[in-house]
């Protein structure tokens, strides 16, 4: 923004589409700005915004909806409304209720009962394809605003005649606002009488809107605010709030009340040492003062550090081009390395800290997109790689140069049995065998070592199977998923004929994995359905009742972050990663795969944790035109975004898939 904002008290930002995210930045200059529209854009991430919210020391009155009571509603009937606006669909629900779709323009009426209001129950939001077509960080600099306030708010209550045009309001670049000015949506005290919750109805929703405890989750953040979305907020509402912001979210990592500096928690280490040694033997574990080093960083870093994985080509071809990647896995041992295969048959071995290309395995022509990888743990220079025609390949990286070098060199590689539609390859904790399994009911066993297929399990599933893994520490204890809505757990043992146990979800399944020590499953299911069960007889242990959106295509993947500490869950409908904590299910934090330019929305189709860092993941982004490259995204939630050296994303790539994980 350019101009004198230190005298701006009222801002109105309604009907801003492009208006996704908010900088770090983007409110340190208006001091005095108590009054704030932000109805109608297209924010979604409570974090990122309360946080830039939290800038405004003056803010107390904020809006991303509007709330009008019943008999208010009534008044303005729904035919009366612009259609480019109004959606005259009138459902009686509470704010935690599933909602009708958002398709472009059409906004959703909302019932809204201080009752229901209170109960804990999910909402969802089908999520149009467009939404995603013009999606960019603010910029109030260039908001093009063709209609006035006025226009878009046809059905305005009383006590809202006298809002104006934002541009008649306010110039940009030459802002200075009177202090005697009344704010333009300033509700006068009997109004805030009158609208005390009784049914009321929302309009012009912003997305932030449907997130699930939206309300209590801004209340508790923003301290100073007394009206929300025309409704006031009274001590009840916040006693309420701190009550179920405590039962659902984390305000810090590893229940972490107040944020600490980095300095005084290394101060506190380090006397305690030095003089409690003798007088308290039983003196904190290292473990706490490093988790409290992370609670600090996480706590001081809203926006995280995103960069895509820079990979230097150096070929000295000149039809050099980018990779396309369709999964990855982090090596076991050197934290340095990752593997990546794309979706043109290649498999890439890379120094994912300097982007530097290790080994390089083209594609043997038979190969199309690789969707199964995985690392040998006790011979860490060998790799599994498998695609989705069914070609299965060991291949040692020390033996594979990292450029193509016009023929492909087998030295370095052993063949197996293909397995046909191939998704999903593990090997066990010995490195002696490893399943495969795909779109089929079928599971195959093979030896590495002879190289040979030992026997293929028959219709250990009604429908297909996305994912196979063997646990960490049994080299003969595995799990299947598949979109039957089963997870069953199985026992090499005992010849698979029948399962351990099975556990049912209520949808179909994308993906489990095991907890690192091998006490839980952790199971995705499509549409947000994540639950944790006891891995040793599939009980249930935590259901994260992450918000579904509806889709039916909308596929779930889950792994954990730090150790078995938290769960990243990501969907490849959504653009933001969710990390909540494996104990309690509360949500730390959500992360956006936004871009800066325009149409730069990403979408999640993998994830991994980063097993040697804390806090740190990587994502597998993609994007719904076909027309450009995933990219495999470095998040690090110690570290806060550098502007200056922000990365673009201007592309869109190619369509999302639910096979493997």
């Not at 729904?78 to 472009?104: K, N, Q």
């Not at 599994?384 to 990292?402: F, T, W």
């Amino acid at each position: 923004m350019v101009g004198n904002f230190m005298r701006m008290h009222t801002l109105n930002l309604d009907s801003s589409a492009s208006l996704t995210n908010f900088r770090e930045e983007c409110f340190t200059c208006m001091p005095n700005l108590k009054f704030l529209s932000l109805c109608e854009t297209r924010i979604t991430n409570l974090w990122t915004t309360t946080a830039a919210l939290a800038k405004l020391p003056s803010l107390v009155e904020l809006r991303f909806q509007n709330f009008l009571q019943d008999d208010e509603a009534r008044k303005h009937p729904a035919s009366d409304r612009r259609d480019d606006y109004w959606d005259s669909d009138h459902t009686e629900i509470s704010i935690h209720d599933e909602a009708p779709s958002v398709s472009g323009e059409s906004i959703m009426y909302r019932h809204f009962n201080e009752e229901q209001y209170l109960n804990n129950t999910d909402m969802n939001i089908d999520r149009s394809s467009e939404d995603s077509s013009d999606d960019s960080e603010v910029d109030f600099s260039s908001q093009d605003r063709e209609t006035s306030s006025m226009e878009l708010l046809p059905d305005a209550p009383p006590g809202w005649e006298d809002l104006v045009n934002l541009q008649n309001e306010v110039s940009f670049g030459t802002l200075d606002m009177q202090d005697d000015e009344e704010p333009f949506f300033r509700l006068s005290d009997s109004r805030l009488s009158y609208i005390a919750p009784k049914k009321c109805i929302s309009h012009n929703p912003s997305p932030i809107c449907f997130e699930k405890f939206y309300r209590e989750y801004m209340i508790v953040s923003l301290p100073n605010l007394k009206i929300l979305d025309n409704l006031p907020i009274r001590k009840v509402d916040r006693e309420k709030a701190e009550v179920i912001f405590s039962q659902n979210f984390e305000y810090l990592p590893y229940k972490r009340k107040n944020k600490e500096s980095v300095v005084s928690i290394l101060q506190k280490r380090e006397t305690r040492a030095n003089h409690t040694r003798r007088l308290f033997p039983r003196r904190k574990s290292q473990y706490y003062y490093s988790r409290s080093l992370s609670a600090a960083k996480v706590g001081s870093a809203a926006w995280p550090a995103l960069c895509p994985l820079p990979i230097m080509d150096t070929t000295a071809r000149d039809d050099r081009r980018s990779y396309r990647p369709r999964q990855f896995e982090y090596h076991p041992s050197d934290a340095s390395l990752m593997v990546f295969g794309t979706l043109d048959g290649e498999v890439i071995v890379i120094n994912h800290e300097s982007g530097k290309i290790v080994s390089y395995i083209p594609s043997l022509g038979t190969m199309n997109s690789v969707l199964g990888l995985c690392w040998l743990k006790n011979y860490p220079s060998k790799v599994i790689a498998g695609s989705d025609n069914g070609s299965l390949r060991l291949y040692d990286i020390r033996l594979m140069p990292p450029t193509a070098t016009g023929s492909h060199q087998s030295a370095g590689s052993i063949m197996f049995d293909d397995f046909d539609q191939l998704t999903s390859v593990h090997v066990n904790s010995t490195d002696e065998l490893f399943l495969a399994s795909g779109y089929s009911k079928h599971v195959a066993l093979y030896d590495i070592s002879s190289g040979r297929r030992l026997q293929v399990f028959d219709d250990m599933h009604r429908e297909h199977i996305n994912v196979v893994k063997f646990s960490h520490h049994s080299p003969s204890i595995f799990a299947t998923s598949s979109f039957d809505r089963d997870v069953k757990m199985w026992d090499l043992r005992q010849k698979p004929n029948q399962p351990c146990y099975t556990a049912l979800s209520s949808r179909g399944n994308v993906m489990v994995c095991f907890s690192p020590d091998d006490q839980y499953l952790l199971v995705s299911a499509v549409d947000n359905e994540v639950k944790q069960l006891l891995a040793v007889d599939g009980r249930l242990h935590l259901d994260f009742t992450i918000t579904s959106t509806g889709s039916s295509q909308n596929y779930t993947r889950s792994y954990y972050m730090n150790g078995r500490d938290y769960v990243i869950s990501g969907s490849c409908d959504e653009h933001v990663v969710r990390i909540c904590c494996a104990q309690t299910g509360r949500r730390l934090r959500d992360v956006s795969l936004e871009g800066k330019g325009s149409g730069a929305s990403m979408f999640v189709q993998s994830l991994r944790g980063d097993p040697f860092r804390d806090f740190s993941m990587s994502v597998l982004a993609a994007y719904i035109r076909p027309s450009s490259n995933s990219e495999i995204v470095k998040v690090n939630l110690l570290a806060s975004s550098d502007q200056d050296k922000g990365y673009s994303y201007t592309q869109h790539s190619h369509p999302l898939f639910s096979s493997g994980g």
